[in-house]
T-cell receptor, first 113, second 109 residues
């Protein structure tokens, strides 16, 4: 398996623009997680899905953030409109079962100017 | 509020030195996971400790789970530059993973 795939790897955009981050989990994994990592706040869980259904989105900062998982092999995290404080590394991870090993993608490095 | 407190936050040492990093909580966990994140990459699982008092070894890395299953430590013997990275702990067996802030380790050649 190729592991968790994220795209793009790097994104530079201007404040106010829409940003869409993409993730393909490992085939057969039932759980998908979106994280944000910054120096100040560490690795924060934004939202996670079980069998394509959002289970807990309490970590989503505000209404500007939304996440979808239309099928078992694809998820998106959208920020609209983006702000400079959204600059961070965004990770997607998947696991076979809840509480089991999480496999992380390489991350998307987002810079909002 | 962080469920898991990790210390120290930063550690910069010379090759060959030994070190210990800690992961503490007031909560009891059924298991605890240790991950390492290398620069520019996502975290990768190193080990899961399950039983109170358990000790697991991974080459030069020794992981211990506290008797009360509230804390854990990671000891590295004769650190090498390849050990450089961010060491994160997270509760296993939990549907809502909450990572500690991590210990950022730099090993200088």
């Amino acid at each position: 398996d190729a592991g968790v795939i994220q795209s793009p790897r790097h994104e530079v955009t201007e404040m106010g623009q829409e940003v869409t981050l993409r993730c393909k989990p490992i085939s057969g994994h039932d759980y998908l997680f979106w994280y944000r990592q910054t120096m100040m706040r560490g690795l924060e869980l934004l939202i996670y899905f079980n069998n394509n259904v959002p289970i807990d989105d309490s970590g989503m900062p505000e209404d500007r953030f939304s996440a979808k998982m239309p099928n078992a092999s694809f998820s998106t995290l959208k920020i609209q409109p983006s702000e400079p404080r959204d600059s961070a590394v965004y990770f997607c991870a998947s696991s076979l079962m809840g509480g089991e090993t999480q496999y992380f993608g390489p991350g998307t490095r987002l810079l909002v100017l | 509020t962080q469920l898991l407190e990790q210390s120290p936050q930063f550690l910069s040492i010379q090759e060959g030195e030994n070190l210990t990093v800690y992961c503490n909580s007031s909560s009891v966990f059924s298991s605890l996971q240790w991950y390492r994140q290398e620069p520019g990459e996502g975290p990768v699982l190193l080990v899961t400790v399950v039983t109170g008092g358990e000790v697991k070894k991974l080459k030069r890395l020794t992981f211990q789970f506290g008797d009360a299953r509230k804390d854990s430590s990671l000891h590295i013997t004769a650190a090498q530059p390849g050990d450089t990275g961010l060491y994160l702990c997270a509760p296993g067996g939990s549907y809502i993973p909450t990572f500690g802030r991590g210990t950022s380790l730099i090993v200088h050649p």
